[in-house]
Nanobody, 122 residues
Framework: QVQLVESGGGLVQAGGSLRLSCAAS????????MAWFRQAPGKERELVAY???????NYVDSVKGRFTISRDNAKNTVYLQMNSLKPEDTAVYLC????????????????WGQGTQVTVSS
């Protein structure tokens, strides 16, 4: 059974940085696209970024230039480096995966982690 385990969330001041990690198991990691979504209270789940099996990336406009998604296929892990954090980045960040190519549509992803809270104070 595919499992995704996120880590690295926490409380940070505006302008600070965090790095999220998502460790995957029970899949051929290099064949899968990996994505980070986020969901704030009362808001819809939105794509933050994805990286597909070939390494191509896609970001939501609001994080371009601030966040970087990367993957380490040897460690079955995807990362989200978040710099210049803003209070509006506060949300639960969730890792998700689907075969081969990424998507901005959350219900295209069959496998999800439990999420990690990121809180940015002003």
């Amino acid at each position: 059974q595919v499992q995704l385990v996120e880590s690295g969330g926490g409380l940070v001041q505006a302008g600070g940085s965090l790095r999220l990690s998502c460790a995957a198991s029970a899949l051929t990691f290099s064949d899968y696209a990996m994505a980070w979504f986020r969901q704030a209270p009362g808001k819809e789940r939105e794509l933050v970024a994805y990286i597909d099996s070939g390494g191509s990336t896609n970001y939501v406009d609001s994080v371009k230039g601030r966040f970087t998604i990367s993957r380490d296929n040897a460690k079955n892990t995807v990362y989200l480096q978040m710099n210049s954090l803003k209070p509006e980045d506060t949300a639960v960040y969730l890792c998700a995966t689907k075969y081969y190519s990424g998507s901005a549509v959350y219900n295209m992803y069959p496998y999800w982690g439990q999420g990690t809270q990121v809180t940015v104070s002003s």
